[in-house]
T-cell receptor, first 117, second 109 residues
Framework: GAVVSQHPSWVICKSGTSVKIECRSL??????MFWYRQFPKQSLMLMAT?????????EQGVEKDKFLINHASLTLSTLTVTSAHPEDSSFYIC?????????????FGPGTRLTVL | QKEVEQNSGPLSVPEGAIASLNCTYS??????FFWYRQYSGKSPELIMF????GDKEDGRFTAQLNKASQYVSLLIRDSQPSDSATYLC?????????FGAGTRLTVKP
């Protein structure tokens, strides 16, 4: 399967600051990447689909101006949490689609734990 | 109605027993079905997937799919303490993957 890295693995920031999370595909080019958020004891919730060279597609209820996604290359997508607040504290995970067609199994990055004080 | 439903558990089984995890889904057009294992503080890792009705076996794991009943399950034979984790059921349709809330499994030595 695909090898996916995320950086940083954890981050603590003050309320009101912005945090950037990177997701990298290490072994193949990805035109699509997914960003998920997971609160404690809850499942993964898809936030947005990152598309290389075009705008990201956001799920209903996810503020695109707050969660900025940039898919600048075929191996890198970034998620920036702007003006972070304590309620944004969560586990953020990116993934890449695998298989012969889109939306088969997904390969997940190791995740980024964000804590906003 | 949630798109993908799982019993949250916790499910506790003794070491060596069979653990049975269940999942139902609402979208009859769903095409692919996945089981992921997630250890606390870690991201999900794929255990296995199934596309066709029936059983699919991979080592100690067996996935079962019944599209008519919109039901998919995962059996873990000879459960080990290292199998203790949260198991996520995921379903894909045309555009995306939807996850259940997960079932927490504890295998007691």
């Amino acid at each position: 399967g695909a090898v996916v890295s995320q950086h940083p693995s954890w981050v603590i920031c003050k309320s009101g600051t912005s945090v950037k999370i990177e997701c990298r595909s290490l072994d193949f080019q990805a035109t699509t990447m997914f960003w998920y958020r997971q609160f404690p004891k809850q499942s993964l919730m898809l936030m947005a689909t990152s598309n290389e060279g075009s705008k990201a597609t956001y799920e209903q209820g996810v503020e695109k101006d707050k969660f900025l996604i940039n898919h600048a290359s075929l191996t890198l997508s970034t998620l920036t949490v702007t003006s972070a607040h304590p309620e944004d504290s969560s586990f953020y995970i990116c993934s890449l689609p695998g298989g012969g067609s889109s939306y088969n199994e997904q390969f997940f990055g190791p995740g980024t734990r964000l804590t906003v004080l | 109605q949630k798109e993908v439903e799982q019993n949250s558990g916790p499910l506790s089984v003794p070491e060596g027993a069979i653990a049975s995890l269940n999942c139902t889904y609402s979208d009859r057009g769903s095409q692919s079905f996945f089981w992921y294992r997630q250890y606390s503080g870690k991201s999900p890792e794929l255990i296995m997937f199934i596309y066709s009705n029936g059983d699919k076996e991979d080592g100690r794991f067996t996935a079962q799919l019944n599209k008519a009943s919109q039901y998919v399950s995962l059996l873990i034979r000879d459960s080990q303490p290292s199998d203790s984790a949260t198991y996520l059921c995921a379903v894909t349709g045309n555009n995306d993957m939807r996850f259940g809330a997960g079932t927490r499994l504890t295998v007691k030595p």
